[in-house]
Every structure is written in structure tokens, then in C-alpha cells.
């Protein structure tokens, strides 16, 4: 039993650590890419940044709620921390959704192309190589753990792998084609998913009841 105990600590401690390196690269992300994105009209770009501050705020909380249980907090605390990092996440994703749709809105109004920028490239190229590691930490503490919302970020940040591979085309295309529209649309592509994700991650938080500790407790 304290071993299995000792075992869970280890977890623990290793998941956090992937969540801390998760945080920090995507605050890279989200100051690179808006930056750059805001410089040059990329609504794609910026979308994309705006959808990796969704990807920051769930490693924060997810930091916080593996940290509450690591530092020897009782069922009812765990669950709430859970139930309350889901909402943080649910909350973050639906704001991110009216972001990228007013980007991309206002892009095709304008129907200007998008500047060019090595920055922007070097970022999401970064992502395509740090993303896959980040997912793959994730979902193996997930899995060690049995922590559901660990799993469910490392989906959402191979969701993220995707989004960039849209949003390069999408850079390259307008770039050597001239088609202007190819932004927009590529940053519209992003709006399904992250709109499931949120739906998701509404779902799952409602469905957390930290008053079942109590009940079990007591029972």
C-alpha cells in the first residue's frame, strides 16, 4: 500500500512537472504568435495564439489540482479542484471561440492578405516538434494516474498539432498563391473544434460532485 502510495507521489510530481513545461511553452506561444499575428493581419495566426492561452489556463489548473492532491488534500478538496479546473477550461474555450470568429470575421471584411513573418513560422514549426512530447507526458501521467483530465489535455494539445498544420497552409497558401480568403477560412476551421472542446469540457465539470466524497465518507 506504500508503495502503490509512493508510486501515485512519483506520478504525481512528473505530471506536474509536464503541466509546468506545457504552461511555459505556451505562454511562449500565445506572445509569439499574437504578436506577429497582429503585425501582419494573420486572423489564422491569432486565432492560433488565442487558442493556446485555452492550452496555458488548463495547465495552470491543472498544476493546481494535481498539486491539491500531491499535497495530501482529502477526496471532497481533489474533486472540487477537478471540478473547478474544468470550468476554468470550459470557460476559456468558449471565449476563444468568439475571438477567432471576430478575427476571422473581420479579415474578410477587410480582404487584405496577411503580411509574412519568419517569426510566426518558427513558432508554429517549434509547435509541430514540442507539441507531440508535450501530449505524449500528458497522457501517460493521465493513464498512470487515472486522471481523466490529464488525458483530456493531452487530446486538446494534439488538437492544437492540428490547428497548426491548418494555419501553415493556410500562411502558404496565401503567401504564394495570393488567395487572401485562405486565412480566414483556416482560422474558421478551428472553430468546430475547439467549440466540442468546450462543450466537453462543460460536460465533464458538471458531472463532478465533490458532495459524493462526503456521501461515501459517511456511508
Not at 485555452?54 to 472540487?80: C, F, Q, Y
Request: aromatic share 10%; charged share 20%.
Amino acid at each position: 500500500m506504500a508503495k502503490n502510495q509512493d508510486n501515485r507521489q512519483t506520478n504525481l510530481k512528473r505530471g506536474i512537472r509536464v503541466e509546468i513545461a506545457s504552461l511555459v511553452y505556451n505562454v511562449i506561444e500565445v506572445v509569439v504568435s499574437v504578436t506577429v499575428g497582429l503585425l501582419t493581419g494573420s486572423a489564422a495566426l491569432v486565432s492560433w495564439g488565442l487558442d493556446s492561452t485555452v492550452e496555458a489556463t488548463s495547465a495552470a489548473t491543472l498544476i493546481w489540482r494535481l498539486k491539491g492532491e500531491k499535497d495530501g488534500g482529502d477526496k471532497r478538496t481533489v474533486l472540487h479542484r477537478k471540478k473547478v479546473a474544468l470550468y476554468v477550461v470550459a470557460c476559456a474555450f468558449w471565449i476563444v471561440v468568439a475571438a477567432i470568429l471576430y478575427e476571422a470575421v473581420s479579415a474578410f471584411i477587410s480582404q487584405e492578405a496577411p503580411g509574412f513573418n519568419w517569426w510566426g513560422i518558427a513558432i508554429l514549426c517549434a509547435s509541430l516538434v514540442v507539441n507531440p512530447f508535450l501530449a505524449w507526458g500528458k497522457y501517460r501521467y493521465g493513464k498512470r494516474l487515472d486522471a481523466p483530465a490529464l488525458k483530456y489535455d493531452a487530446k486538446d494539445t494534439m488538437i492544437c498539432q492540428y490547428q497548426t498544420i491548418v494555419v501553415l497552409a493556410g500562411i502558404g497558401l496565401t503567401q504564394w498563391m495570393g488567395w487572401w480568403w485562405v486565412d480566414p477560412v483556416a482560422a474558421l476551421l478551428i472553430v468546430p473544434y475547439v467549440a466540442w472542446e468546450a462543450f466537453e469540457a462543460t460536460k465533464d465539470a458538471r458531472s463532478v460532485d465533490p458532495d459524493e466524497a462526503e456521501a461515501t465518507a459517511d456511508a
